[in-house]
């Protein structure tokens, strides 16, 4: 059985935060993602991050990831990739490990879980035929993979990641019909939005998707008005023909190994749903596992980058390489940091449900 | 559709191209990209077909947890096709149902 104090699930904002993090102080540090490649979903980020400088503000998500990883070489962190977690044993404690074909186990002292989130999908009559993808998958394909899933598009959604991977899509070539919004009014920033709408892509705010249809895969979408009550409207349905319909819905925290080594959960609609209770230092109601990033509720990178370094933080003072005293220093430090990126009033309603999450873990 | 300029990221990176057979028929890829996305830029959009209603499903997240995409590869069934690596010479073929192992010779 391999040996660490500290093992990190998850090479993402997150889990790269926090393996720095500790790792600096002297902490003996793994870094496992079942991905071929580290970096989580900051590659296919190319749009510029909004915030304060230390936030990386007007920095691509691709710049910062590769800056991580070049942080996370040079720290000499031990980096398995190609490999999957797929178990927690001994209350926290060992990790089960498929790395390529070997199965194997990874004894830890401290388990920080950062594996991210994955995407809602909506259901509609047609939801499931080939051609209905999710936003971030759509991100995927084109800005890592660069192949379009298709070339007329309809966007359901137009919170942030609707309305960027819109506009990623235009920039790849696609032609993005419209965009679609079940709420009256658009969820995201108003720049993403405006970007999108001098491009000519309507956004109908108050729409939904009544249909996706076609013979084996989508070849056209019928949207429809819904009222206040979210009831549709008859007669207000519009034909589009697509080939492509990309949900963008929301996130939910991607929690199974918490779930199965015994965390707490409690559920919080604000941060994805069921999200594993933590302290405001990140740890769950398991002594010794932490949680940071999208699977502690659904945010921004640059929260989760934040949310492992206060891991990271923890967990070195834990292990005795940082004084009690320098641990509450960093730790002020960053909050305050987290309560910058949270101002605002996208942030301020992430704040709050973060608050209720914290005292409810007590 | 390939993205082969693109305004952010520029031309795409040099990359080896292989072949490979899906249903029976050669096709060409770029090794290492997802086979997914190498059966995308081909046009194939239907990866597999459900067992109990037999209905067409292709890729959802594209980043290896909702196993819509998952196909029949090299005789081994339900392989998450967004996040394996195309290799040269590799059989892909549309998985119905459950799909079924191949005998090993």
Redesign the interface.
Known sequence: MMETEFAVVGAGPAGLSAALEASRTGVQTVLID???APGG?LFKQ?HKFFGSKEHWAAT?GIDIGIKLLMQVEKAGIKVMLDTVVWGIFDGGKVLAIKEGDRNRRVRAEKILLATGA??N?LAFPGW???????A???Q????L?????G?RVLMVGAGNVGLIVAYQLL???ANVVAVVEALPKIGGYGVHASKIRRMGVPILTGHTVKEASGD??VERATVIQIDEQGNPIPGTEREFEVDTICIAVGLHP?AELAWVCGCEFTYISELGGHVPLHTEKMETTMPGVYVAGDVAGIEEATVAMEEGRLTGVDVARCLGYISNRKAETLTREIQARIELIRSGPFGEVLGEAKERLIERRG | MRVTEHPILGKMDAVREVEFEFDGKPMKGYEGEPIATALMAAGVKVFRYTIKGGNPRGVFCAIGRCTDCVMTVDGMPNVRTCVTPLRDGMRVQTQKGLGAWEETK
């Open positions: 079942e991905n071929q979903q190319i691509r994955s995407e999908p499931t035929l080939p051609g209905v993808l999710g971030g998958a759509a995927t394909l084109v800005n993979h660069r192949v379009l899933p070339t920039q790849a070539g084996a895969m991607l």
